[in-house]
């Protein structure tokens, strides 16, 4: 059975940083990212990593502040986010895919962890 299991989220001020970890469980998949949901708000992609670590993606709202990577030993993504803003403020989701490409689309992600909470203080 497949589980994708968050941790490391939490209060933060402004400016601060937190890691985010995904342990998977039950297959390795060759692409794995970040989504997250502010409330009112649609799901949004924030990051995607393949197999190896040596291709990722990432929006214009996260690049250079975010940087993705995985522990394929471990079968373990993590994200790691500095300069938080107040508008990082969102439930933040692992989730994994079979193909290949860097999507970026919910749709394109069958498989979901439970979310952790990220909130970020002004």
């Known amino acids: 059975q497949v589980q994708l299991v968050e941790s490391g989220g939490g209060l933060v001020q402004a400016g601060g940083s937190l890691r985010l970890s995904c342990a998977a469980s039950?297959?390795?998949?060759?692409?794995m990212g970040w989504f997250r949901q502010a409330p009112g708000k649609e799901r949004e992609f924030v990051a995607s990593?393949?197999?190896?670590?040596?291709?990722?993606n990432y929006p214009d709202s996260v690049k250079g502040r975010f940087t993705i990577s995985r522990d394929t030993a471990k079968n373990t993504v993590y994200l790691q986010m500095n300069s938080l803003k107040p508008e990082d403020t969102a439930v933040y989701y692992c989730a994994a895919r079979l193909g290949i490409s860097l999507l970026s689309t919910v749709n394109e992600y069958p498989y979901w962890g439970q979310g952790t909470q990220v909130t970020v203080s002004s």
């Open positions: 039950g297959r390795t998949f060759y692409v």
């Open positions: 990593i393949s197999l190896s670590g040596a291709s990722t």
